[in-house]
T-cell receptor, first 113, second 114 residues
Framework: DAGVTQSPTHLIKTRGQQVTLRCSPK?????VSWYQQALGQGPQFIFQ???????QRGNFPDRFSGHQFPNYSSELNVNALLLGDSALYLC????????????FGSGTQLSVL | AQKVTQAQTEISVVEKEDVTLDCVYE???????LFWYKQPPSGELVFLIR??????QNEISGRYSWNFQKSTSSFNFTITASQVVDSAVYFC???????????FGKGTTLSVSS
């Protein structure tokens, strides 16, 4: 049973560019959340998708957007990249919107130069 | 405001030592959930425990135990007889209701040497 898979594992972009990160949830999970983890910090909630709609959003600018597909997979898009967007982006899935137990992927390491 | 504080940035111990990781939280809600996650070098966060605010019973799972004290807003995590494989970053987290986002502390890096 595959867990949460994220792609790519590493990415290097330059300021001003746009990036798309992808996430496939654990089998049987229909809710996907995205977190940003800066170096030496705890993860920060970006947003949550359920039934193809954004259900909750953290304190992130509109440059951060997402999408959930009918198969529950999800994308995180970041426009107009800033140096400060360099971080590990973690995807987490759960069965339903509850937080009984979140399953996290290994993340995408984004470096903005 | 909701906040999780892990005052210990780094802890180093020798194998077989017991170690306690501290977590202090702030919330105005009477119903909330507390979590511990482990982040090994591979990056993924591994769920360890979830505790709701109405259950103050301490819990033990193998070498792991958790002490929840509402009176001091603390949810501490103890590893007994630590092993090298316990080396990781440990995060304490809070959610103010089921289904809301997790608020993480900054984490404690535990290094266990042989």
């Amino acid at each position: 049973d595959a867990g949460v898979t994220q792609s790519p594992t590493h990415l290097i972009k330059t300021r001003g560019q746009q990036v798309t990160l992808r996430c496939s949830p654990k089998s049987g999970h229909d809710t996907v959340s995205w977190y940003q983890q800066a170096l030496g910090q705890g993860p920060q909630f970006i947003f949550q998708y359920y039934e193809e709609e954004e259900r909750q959003r953290g304190n992130f600018p509109d440059r951060f957007s997402g999408h959930q597909f009918p198969n529950y997979s999800s994308e995180l898009n970041v426009n107009a990249l800033l140096l400060g967007d360099s971080a590990l982006y973690l995807c987490a899935s759960s069965p339903g919107q509850g937080y009984e137990k979140l399953f996290f992927g290994s993340g995408t390491q984004l470096s903005v130069l | 405001a909701q906040k999780v504080t892990q005052a210990q940035t780094e802890i180093s111990v020798v194998e077989k030592e017991d170690v306690t990781l501290d977590c202090v939280y702030e919330t105005r809600d009477t119903t909330y959930y507390l979590f511990w996650y482990k982040q090994p070098p591979s990056g993924e966060l591994v769920f360890l425990i979830r505790r709701n605010s109405f259950d103050e019973q301490n819990e033990i799972s193998g070498r792991y135990s958790w002490n929840f004290q509402k009176s001091t807003s603390s949810f501490n995590f103890t590893i007994t007889a630590s092993q090298v494989v316990d080396s990781a970053v440990y995060f304490c987290a809070l959610s103010e209701s089921a289904g809301t986002a997790l608020i993480f502390g900054k984490g404690t890096t535990l290094s266990v040497s042989s």
